[in-house]
């Protein structure tokens, strides 16, 4: 007997009328038409059926704290940083885990199940560390939540001193934190850059943990810090467990160079996230016109077989006053930057937010294939392409084979003389003549 079956579901790949068999927590068979007895039966009337969506980069000690202690006037980058450091001595712990749980709670709302959050060390109390680790166990059941020890103020540069800015975070890795994080491009000089990100990936490779390191977000084009991020993940046999975050600098640097800098970084197998939303309100604020887009090169790096996710960073804080946990606006938003509108790389941006994303975070057993977690989301779309045009709603997201969110379909009722009474404009209701 199975927990659950559901039948007639188009998936990402392009299949459809599939059914998915679920048995304790995980999927036991995906094939055309299965019958079979199980507890609860779904008919998803052709729609998509998609694996979680995984952000790969947030920021989740500052989540939904706009407005605290006042709001970021101008929008800009260094304001928000300014707001931050004036919201710090006034963070509590109880605060901060109350926002942290709701906008987890938005999360199961949009399908999204697997967080990568970056955290600030560069706190000696580790507070919003310990209060991030609590958060972490209590959604455990309906969210895997990765936290990277993020030096914020710089692991070299922050004001108490090298020495114990790193004391700090290796005791946040102790506590439990996943992830090693780095801002070398936020460090004083070039050379304090590459040599924090020598530390931190020595410091991973010792431990066994991840990188992941904000890379060169700036507008600078002669940054070079992923080129050493690269070199530090060889030489250190660290490959397919660094991440680069953002890599902005990329999008200005010289072709020249860009074009020795990517083979190296797939040779390296460094993962990539770019987050669009952010980088494009942040960058190139220093520009007149034309305005940089600030975002990496996400199409080149696929091509040469980088793997690329998308993140949204941040959820009204300090930077960012929009966002909300819709990892479909986050991919919507890097299509259009990007200009990926081929087919093929529309399905890449859908990509992005699911299996690319669950790469970096390294998740096992993720996906639509018999043996994998029972985890998914049924969207009011047929397919990736009128998941992302229409940022679709999740109707009904699933963990381990529970039903964690429903949704009612999103439909307009009309008034209209001579016209149909409803529409959810769907590519299937367009006249084909
Ligand atoms: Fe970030």
């Not at 109880?94 to 697997?114: F, I, P, S």
């Not at 410091?203 to 002669?222: F, I, K, N, T």
Request: net charge negative; charged share 20%.
């Amino acid at each position: 007997m199975l927990d659950l079956l559901i039948h007639n579901a188009s998936l990402p790949d392009g299949r459809k009328h599939m059914s998915v068999a679920v048995r304790a927590g995980r999927i036991v068979e995906v094939a055309a038409g299965l019958q079979a007895p199980a507890h609860e039966t779904v008919d998803a009337q052709g729609q998509l059926l998609s694996p979680p969506f995984i952000d790969a980069h947030f920021h989740m000690d500052a989540t939904l704290s706009y407005g605290l202690p006042r709001v970021n006037a101008s929008g800009t980058l260094l304001e928000g940083i300014a707001v931050w450091g004036e919201l710090k001595p006034m963070l509590t712990q109880e605060a901060l885990m109350e926002r942290a749980l709701a906008y987890c709670d938005w999360a199961v709302a949009k399908g999204l199940l697997a967080i990568r959050t970056h955290v600030d060390v560069c706190d000696p109390r580790l507070l919003a560390v310990d209060a991030l680790l609590e958060v972490k166990r209590r959604v455990a059941p309906y969210i895997d939540l990765q936290l990277v020890a993020f030096p914020q103020d710089g692991v070299l540069r922050g004001k108490t001193g090298p020495q114990e800015h790193m004391d700090t975070l290796k005791r946040a890795l102790d506590r439990g934190v996943d992830v090693v994080g780095g801002i070398p491009h936020f460090e004083r000089t070039m050379a304090d850059g590459a040599l924090s990100v020598k530390l931190l990936c020595e410091l991973a490779a010792e431990r066994g943990l991840r990188v992941d390191m904000h890379c060169d977000e700036s507008d600078d084009p002669h940054s070079r810090h992923v080129e050493t991020l690269a070199f530090e993940t060889q030489r250190l046999g660290l490959q397919g467990r660094v991440t680069g975050s953002h890599l902005s600098s990329m999008h200005s640097m010289d072709n020249y160079y860009v074009s020795k800098l990517i083979p190296l970084m797939a040779e390296a197998d460094l993962q990539v996230v770019s987050n669009p939303l952010i980088n494009i309100t942040l960058q190139g604020r220093h520009d007149s016109y034309p305005k940089r887009r600030g975002m990496t090169r996400v199409p080149e790096l696929l091509a040469a077989g980088v793997n690329v996710a998308f993140g949204q960073d941040c959820t009204m804080d300090p930077w960012y006053s929009l966002g909300s946990g819709d990892m479909l606006e986050v991919a919507h938003m890097g299509l259009h930057v990007a200009q990926m509108t081929s087919q093929a790389a529309i399905g890449q941006c859908f990509e992005a937010v699911t299996r690319n994303a669950a790469r970096v975070l390294g998740l096992q057993d993720y996906g639509l294939a018999a043996g994998c977690h029972a985890d998914f989301v049924l969207l009011q779309a047929a397919d990736p392409m009128e998941a992302l045009r229409l940022r679709a709603t999740r109707l009904r997201v699933y963990r381990r084979g529970k039903l964690l969110a429903q949704t009612p379909a999103a439909t307009s009722q009309l008034h209209l003389a001579g016209r149909p009474y409803s529409t959810a404009c769907r590519a299937e209701s367009i006249p084909r003549f």
